[in-house]
């Protein structure tokens, strides 16, 4: 079945510096891959999203990679502030109308 | 802005009730979806439906149901609430047209089965 992972254990980083957060995942080949905010006690939000065709997709202060031969997304936020903090998503899609999601990520920035 | 409501934010039951949360979104879209989450686990779908009166299987559907018939409204049901059922419930909607694969999602119902 399909899986996705994230890195379980929360990143820790200094305001101003650049956080990486990673997803893997295994057995699909997604069509798109997304990346949501999640902050204590609320719902998700949706941040970016990224195709397969796409090596790069950027935000203001976000970017993401995706590459398919590695099965792997890489979402930076560079000049991180404290209001950063939160846990980050890994979703990608998986045929119809269905998407699964990771675990998420715990991201600290400490001013 | 799209808005998608939960009807309550915290809810406490006994085991054996019958459950119900109910979601709402104002943007007519076509697409809802019912998640739990829990620590550890991520967001695991239990349904989804595709348009009024349709429904689909998530994931791990055992011991709920849903209803959807109106456009706005999607609910899911726990027949018989069991202390395994204790979790984060989270409703989300999307759109089939333009920008289908975003899901956005209500602020979650944290449900406590005692």
């Known amino acids: 079945s399909q899986k996705i992972e994230q890195n379980s254990e929360a990143l820790n980083i200094q305001e101003g510096k650049t956080a990486t957060l990673t997803c893997n995942y295994t057995n699909y080949s997604p069509a798109y891959l997304q990346w949501y905010r999640q902050d204590p006690g609320r719902g998700p939000v949706f941040l970016l999203l990224i195709r397969e065709n796409e090596k790069e997709k950027r935000k203001e202060r976000l970017k993401v990679t995706f590459d398919t031969t590695l099965k792997q997304s890489l979402f930076h936020i560079t000049a991180s502030q404290p209001a950063d903090s939160a846990t980050y998503l890994c979703a990608l899609e998986t045929g119809g109308f269905k998407t699964i999601f990771g675990a998420g990520t715990r991201l600290f920035v400490k001013a | 802005d799209v808005k998608v409501t939960q009807s309550s934010r915290y809810l406490v039951k006994r085991t054996g009730e019958k459950v119900f949360l109910e979601c709402v979104q104002d943007m007519d879209h076509e697409n809802m979806f019912w998640y739990r989450q829990d620590p550890g686990l991520g967001l695991r779908l239990i349904y989804f439906?595709?348009?009024?009166?349709?429904?689909e299987k998530g994931d791990i559907p055992e011991g709920y149901s849903v209803s959807r018939e109106k456009k706005e409204r999607f609910s899911l049901i726990l027949e018989s609430a069991s202390t395994n059922q204790t979790s984060m419930y989270l409703c989300?909607?999307?759109?089939?047209?333009?920008?289908?694969?975003?899901?956005?999602f209500g602020p979650g119902t944290r449900l406590l089965v005692l």
């Open positions: 439906s595709y348009d009024v009166k349709m429904k």
């Open positions: 989300a909607s999307s759109s089939s047209s333009g920008g289908r694969e975003t899901q956005y």
